[in-house]
């Protein structure tokens, strides 16, 4: 069936370090939305792209949409405590009215 | 604006009972949609709802799950009987597309189940 896979599943880093989250979809997304969720909450609307080659911020956070409409990436320079929790996209296929989501990568700051 | 509103917020039952959760969109949201998020996983869509009729359900065990809209506004998600792995936060959001496609999804609080 039709699925985005999202990797990784875990990233453990150290405040102030990067993190990127990336995912593929087997087909063409008529648009993909990113959501956040943290720690004991519910998913939170980050952003949505739609042309190909779309490159969005949001502070310190990149989102951008691959020329092919497949696949994308989240980027967070200089991670925060605040910026923890689970990193989920979610694209809508061309054919049919279905999201489907990724599994999500859960960021995890160092103590 | 108010936002997705769920109840209850945190359910326990027994094996074999029967629950039923309530959600409330904002409004003027045309379209509503259950989840089941089982812990460490992304959500999974039970039924997607366009007004109050059903869009897409093909991932709902119908024969102890159902779900409703009434009038296109409020919905319940039943379950009867209820298993073990039932076990899960249910998550109900809504958007105002009408298709769905290019509105972000409002989520509520969830509710957390847990089937002993």
């Known amino acids: 069936g039709q699925q985005v896979m999202q990797i990784p599943q875990y990233q453990h880093v150290q405040e102030g370090e990067d993190f990127t989250t990336y995912c593929n979809s087997s087909t063409t997304l008529s648009n993909i939305q990113w959501y956040k969720q943290r720690p004991g909450g519910h998913p939170v609307f980050l952003i949505q792209?739609?042309?190909s080659g779309e490159v969005k911020k949001q502070k310190r956070l990149t989102f951008q949409f691959g020329e092919a409409k497949k696949n994308s990436s989240l980027h967070i320079t200089a991670t925060q405590t605040t910026d923890v929790g689970t990193y989920f996209c979610?694209?809508?296929?061309?054919?049919?009215?279905?999201?489907?989501w990724g599994a999500g990568t859960k960021l995890i700051i160092k103590p | 604006e108010a936002g997705v509103a769920q109840s209850p917020r945190y359910k326990i039952i027994e094996k074999r009972q029967s629950v039923a959760f309530w959600c409330n969109p904002i409004s003027g949201h045309a379209t509503l949609y259950w989840y089941q998020q089982i812990l460490g996983q992304g959500p999974k869509l039970l039924i997607q709802?366009?007004?109050?009729?059903?869009?897409?359900d093909s991932q709902l065990p119908k024969d102890r799950f159902s779900a409703e809209r009434l009038k296109g506004v409020d919905s319940t998600l039943k379950i009867q009987p209820a298993k073990l792995e039932d076990s899960a936060v249910y998550l109900c959001a809504s958007s105002l597309d009408g298709q769905g496609r290019n509105s972000p999804l409002h989520f509520g609080n969830g509710t957390r189940l847990t089937v002993t």
């Open positions: 792209l739609v042309k």
């Open positions: 709802f366009q007004n109050n009729g059903v869009v897409d």
């Open positions: 979610a694209g809508y296929m061309d054919s049919n009215y279905q999201l489907i």
